[in-house]
């Protein structure tokens, strides 16, 4: 049973650009979660979704930054405009209906530059 | 709001020695907590977690934990450290929603 994938793992973007980060969570699961964690510190919880809900995002800017998880494809954190503040690790977990774990992908690594 | 609260930044132990690391918490209801580990330039791995009953909780690559409620602790714990466990830390508390992460523990083993 393949973990959660995310991708890419490494992301370069120039300032104002528009950053795309996937991920695909473990077989079975239908919740998505997304964190972000600067250097120095730990993560910090942005959005939970569920197919094609976005059930709670009170941890998302509210500006720049939109989530999305459709019927079909992966879950798609969507950053546009980037700023250098913008640069971290952003975590995508998932869990099944009825098991209060997360598991978590890999990371993106977000650089602007 | 929840919150926890890892006091130690910066922990350096000795390969085969034991190892303690502390967490508190502070949650409005029964706390769901959670131990990840962290290696350099990679995702969380769980380590274990107490939902309820029995205290002491067992986890992987031997690690334990004890819930103290009175204390608001979920302290990590292991009897003999190896140099592979040399690793960020992170304690969590929360439900199915969100997770909230202290700031993390690096463990440092020197031989």
């Known amino acids: 049973n393949a973990g959660v994938m995310q991708n890419p793992r490494h992301l370069v973007r120039r300032r104002g650009q528009e950053a795309r980060l996937r991920c695909s969570p473990m077989k079975g699961h239908s919740h998505v979660y997304w964190y972000r964690q600067l250097p120095e510190e730990g993560l910090k919880f942005m959005v939970y979704?569920?197919?094609?809900?976005?059930?709670?995002e009170s941890g998302m800017p509210k500006e720049r930054f939109s989530a999305e998880f459709p019927k079909e494809g992966p879950s798609i954190l969507r950053i546009q405009q980037v700023v250098r503040g913008d640069s971290a690790a952003y975590f995508c977990?998932?869990?099944?209906?009825?098991?209060?774990?997360?598991?978590f992908g890999p990371g993106t690594r977000l650089t602007v530059t | 709001a929840q919150s926890v609260t890892q006091p130690d930044i910066h922990i350096t132990v000795s390969e085969g020695a034991s190892l303690e690391l502390r967490c508190n918490y502070s949650?409005?209801?029964?706390?769901?907590l959670f131990w990840y580990v962290q290696s350099p330039g990679q995702g969380l791995q769980l380590l274990l977690k107490y939902f309820s009953g029995d205290t002491l909780v067992q986890g992987i690559k031997g690690f334990e934990a004890e819930f103290k409620r009175s204390q608001s602790s979920f302290n990590l714990r292991k009897p003999s450290v190896h140099w592979s466990d040399a690793a960020e830390y992170f304690c969590a508390v929360g439900a199915r929603e969100k997770l909230t992460f202290g700031t993390g523990t690096r463990l440092t083993i020197i031989p």
């Open positions: 979704l569920q197919k094609e809900n976005i059930i709670d």
């Open positions: 977990a998932s869990s099944p209906e009825t098991v209060y774990e997360q598991y």
């Open positions: 949650y409005g209801a029964t706390p769901y």
